[in-house]
């Protein structure tokens, strides 16, 4: 390599980084140099100890029974106006900071934000980020918190005991439609490109979650997207929210990201737990006899009515099968 030249790359390095940070970035989930494989180059702390997602391994998980339940206060009814946007990557609805959430050791969290990851690239593909026994579930609902000792999501998100997110889980199945969501889906077609905003007027975040809010997985991980900084406190709700088909192929099917794509599979692969602990508090319903003859029943239904359960499975049980399902998924950025 001639001087020049030598001289030329880190110059163009610098205009193509400059590049990145303009567009914020150009990670993406499966596509290009920025793959999830290579986030940890760009962003260190994605190749570290306390990654998220994980699998949640039910024999696995601790159960305590001193573990309180969650405390959520101002989830119901909110008069006023919420902006929904495609960022390019997801919709994401911004919450009031009357949303707050008492953990169960007292830690108070304000509501920031609230997305969704999910998946859609064929009527099989499943995009739950966090998947339970290896079965990764319809869509995962995210509400992003931070902690009130700070005085804003921006200072909490690089200290490390900032964020905290309750996550839940979609289940589709014959259901009618889930009529607190028809505003949200509603909406999607107002915000079909990136960067578009819409309105919601009124909101009930508790009336788009699970029925029951108090079973609850829990461990120490990170932000699912670049800079994947290790501050998350996760909830995981063990109850599902119900919406017939025809909802999440609209939101699988409405938005379009920076390159006029359709926004699918917008979830990472499952990271390893290393020496954590996932606490539960409940007990493990699979290890029971009746648990274990109800699993066996759901099992064989599902052999009938729907396609294997976790047909994505982690990259390394099954990386060609992920490769091809990703092929044509631009990842996205997104605030988490
Ligand atoms: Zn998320």
């Known amino acids: 390599m001639c001087s020049t030249m030598r001289a030329l790359v880190p110059l163009l390095s610098l205009f193509l980084l400059g590049g ?3 567009h914020g970035s150009d990670w993406t989930y499966s596509e290009g140099a920025l793959d999830e494989a290579h986030w940890p180059q760009h962003y260190p702390a994605c190749g570290g100890q ?8 039910r024999t696995k998980v601790r159960y305590n029974p001193a573990l309180k339940g969650l405390k959520l206060t101002g989830y119901e009814t909110q008069e006023g106006e919420f902006p929904m946007v495609n960022n390019g990557h997801t919709v994401q609805i911004s919450l009031p900071s009357t949303m707050r959430m008492t953990a169960a050791d007292g830690t108070v969290y304000i509501a920031q934000q609230m997305h969704f990851h999910w998946g859609g690239a064929s009527s099989k593909i499943r995009g739950s980020e966090h998947t339970v026994d290896g079965i990764r579930h319809v869509i995962e609902i995210h509400v992003v918190h931070y902690n009130s000792k700070y005085k804003s999501y921006e200072t909490a998100q690089d200290a490390p ?32 490109y990136p960067g578009q ?23 120490d991980g990170s932000l699912t997207t670049p800079p994947c900084t290790e501050n998350v406190h996760w909830f995981v709700l063990a109850d599902f929210v119900k919406l017939s088909r025809t909802q999440v192929w609209k939101l699988e099917n409405s938005l379009l990201d920076h390159h006029n794509k359709t926004i699918q599979n917008d979830y990472r692969r499952t990271q390893p737990l290393n020496h954590r602990v996932v606490e539960s508090n409940f007990p493990n319903q699979g290890k029971g006899h009746l648990a274990s003859r109800e699993k066996t029943k759901s099992k064989s239904k599902a052999h009938v009515n729907t396609p294997p359960l976790g047909s994505r499975q982690p990259r390394s049980l099954s990386s060609n099968t992920v490769k091809t399902h990703k092929d044509n998924v631009l990842g996205t950025r997104r605030a988490f």
């Open 20 to 22: 990145q940070a303009q």
């Open 50 to 57: 306390r990654q998220s997602p994980i699998n949640l391994q």
């Open 161 to 192: 005991d900032g964020l905290a997110v309750l996550a839940a889980f979609v289940e589709v199945k014959d259901y009618p439609e889930n009529t607190y969501y028809s505003s949200f889906i509603s909406h999607l077609a107002n915000i079909k």
């Open 197 to 219: 905003t819409t309105t919601l007027t009124g909101l009930d975040i508790r009336d788009m979650l699970p029925k029951n809010l108090q079973h609850y997985y829990s461990y």
